[in-house]
């Protein structure tokens, strides 16, 4: 509990396919209000180029698998041959918002846990302008195809999960959009 209003923190699960835009929506929101809380994700995949080194705890699978054997974990998951996982929250002092960037899988076990969380689930205006935007980050061609095809499947359990969904359309438009929803939920 940190400012009176909620004896635990709002969790608020940012998900949708890859290349829609999640981490660069979610540093965004981050960046606008100081009591939301970015967890950081451990993973096993490597560091694509260019990639901010604090994007992830970027970690081997022994140590990934000593993390789940600690129960460390609020949730993990296999996506695309890697396991990515969040740490158990510790949000710091001041923060009423604990914000995920996660996928679908991660999404579902993290409501099975908190049914309370609140659920974001981000579309592309598109599948040419996610395509785009996939190849934009660089992206290795196989992944865009791989990322491109997940999304597929992603995308109907995504919506049937969601409490919200947002296209990422205009980046600011989105982020304001969350930020109203959070505002909701605190006056809740
Ligand atoms: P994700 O985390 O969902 O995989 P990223 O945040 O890495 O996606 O975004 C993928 C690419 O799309 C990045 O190059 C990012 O700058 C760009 N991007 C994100 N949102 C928008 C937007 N609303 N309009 C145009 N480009 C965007
Ligand atoms: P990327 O390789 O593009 O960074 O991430 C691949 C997918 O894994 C994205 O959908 C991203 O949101 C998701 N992801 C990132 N961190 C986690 C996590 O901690 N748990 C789960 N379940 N998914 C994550």
């Known amino acids: 509990m940190t400012d009176g209003s909620h004896s635990r923190p709002i969790t608020v699960v940012i998900s949708g396919p890859g290349g829609v835009g999640k981490s660069t929506i979610a540093d965004r929101l981050v960046s606008r209000d100081q009591r939301l809380w ?46 990515y996982g969040t740490p158990t929250p510790e949000p710091v002092a001041g923060s009423d918002v604990v914000v995920l960037e996660i996928e679908v899988d991660g999404a579902q076990q993290v409501k099975a846990q908190h049914p309370e969380a609140i659920l ?16 934009e980050r ?20 995504g919506l049937k999960l969601a409490d919200h969904v947002l296209v990422n359309d205009d980046l600011d438009e989105t982020v304001n959009d969350l930020l109203r929803i959070i505002d909701r939920a605190r006056a809740r």
């Open 38 to 83: 970015l967890s950081r994700s451990w993973t096993t995949r490597e560091r694509r180029d260019g990639e901010p080194e604090g994007a992830y705890v970027f970690v081997d699978r022994d140590a990934f698998q000593q993390r789940i054997d600690a129960g460390g974990f609020l949730e993990w998951t296999e996506f695309l041959g890697n396991l």
């Open 138 to 157: 660089g992206d290795h061609e196989s992944k865009v195809i791989q990322r491109l095809r997940k999304a597929e499947s992603e995308e109907p359990v």
């Open 120 to 135: 974001v689930f981000v579309l592309p205006p598109t599948r040419t302008e996610q395509e785009r935007r996939l190849r």
